[in-house]
C-alpha cells in the first residue's frame, strides 16, 4: 500500500542553523512527491515536488528536498533557518490509484512541526 | 487575487444537522478536492473532481457528498452531521493535465458537530 511517513513530529532548530525535516514514502510505482507548508489558521501552500530529473530539487523560500530512490526518502532541507519558518510541513505523494483520472489526488503524512527559535 | 475562497470560516453545528461547506475557485482550474485536515492523521482526500460534471470519491467519503454544477464551485454537504465530523476542511483545485499537478489550497472551514 502506498504510504507516505514523516518520522517527527516536531523539530527544533536555532535560527540560523541548517534544518532537515525527513519524510520516507512507499509506491509500487515511480514516485511523484510534495513538499507543503501550513502557516497557523492557513491553507497549504506549496514548496516544491519531484517528478523526474535531478535527485535535488529546489524550491519556494530557499527550501530543496533530495530524492533518495535507494532509501526512499524525500528530506526537505534549508541551509540557514529563519524564524519565520516556523510552520507545519507535510510530505506528499501522488496516489496511484488515480493515476489517469484525477492527477492532483495526494496522500499526506501526518506533518512536521518546525519550531525555530531565535 | 486569485485563488479559492471557502465558507463558513467557522461553524459549530448540532449532531443531525445538515450543513454545506461552499468552495469557489477564479483560476478555472479543472480539478478540485475536498480534504479533511485532522490532528496526528494529516490531510484525507474526502471526495474530488476532474472536471465539471464529474465528482469521486476519495479515501473518507461516507457521510458526505459533492456536486460540480460548474467549473468554479465545488460544495462539499454534510446530510446529516455527527461528531466524528469535527474538523478542518480544505478545498483545493489543480489544472489538470499530465504530470503531476500542485493543488492550491483555500484557507479552511473548521467545523465543530457537538
Known amino acids: 500500500a502506498q504510504s507516505v511517513a514523516q518520522p517527527e513530529d516536531q523539530v527544533n532548530v536555532a535560527e540560523g542553523n541548517p534544518l532537515t525535516v525527513k519524510c520516507t514514502y512507499s509506491?509500487?510505482?515511480?514516485?511523484?512527491l510534495f513538499w507543503y507548508v501550513q502557516y497557523p489558521n492557513r491553507g497549504l501552500q506549496f514548496l516544491l515536488k519531484?517528478?523526474?530529473?535531478?535527485?535535488l530539487v529546489k524550491g519556494s523560500y530557499g527550501f530543496e528536498a533530495e530524492f533518495n530512490k535507494s532509501q526512499t526518502s524525500f528530506h526537505l532541507k534549508k541551509p540557514s533557518a529563519l524564524v519565520s519558518d516556523s510552520a507545519l510541513y507535510f510530505c506528499?505523494?501522488?496516489?496511484?490509484?488515480?493515476?489517469?483520472?484525477?492527477?492532483?489526488?495526494?496522500?499526506f503524512g501526518k506533518g512536521t512541526k518546525l519550531s525555530v527559535k531565535p | 487575487i486569485a485563488g479559492i475562497t471557502q465558507a463558513p470560516t467557522s461553524q459549530i453545528l448540532a449532531a443531525g444537522r445538515r450543513m454545506t461547506l461552499r468552495c469557489t475557485q477564479d483560476m478555472r482550474h479543472n480539478a478540485m478536492y475536498w480534504y479533511r485536515q485532522d490532528l496526528g492523521l494529516g490531510l484525507r482526500l474526502i471526495h474530488y473532481?476532474?472536471?465539471?460534471?464529474?465528482?469521486g470519491k476519495g479515501e473518507v467519503p461516507d457521510g458526505y457528498s459533492v456536486s460540480r454544477a460548474n467549473t468554479d464551485d465545488f460544495p462539499l454537504t454534510l446530510a446529516s452531521a455527527v461528531p466524528s465530523q469535527t474538523s478542518v476542511y480544505f478545498c483545493a483545485s489543480s489544472d489538470g493535465g499530465a504530470g503531476a499537478n500542485v493543488l492550491t489550497f483555500g484557507a479552511g472551514s473548521r467545523l465543530t458537530v457537538l
Open positions: 473532481s476532474n472536471t465539471a460534471g464529474t465528482t
Open positions: 509506491v509500487s510505482g515511480n514516485p511523484y
Open positions: 506528499a505523494v501522488r496516489d496511484e490509484r488515480y493515476y489517469g483520472g484525477s492527477q492532483g489526488n495526494l496522500i
Open positions: 519531484y517528478i523526474t530529473g535531478d535527485n
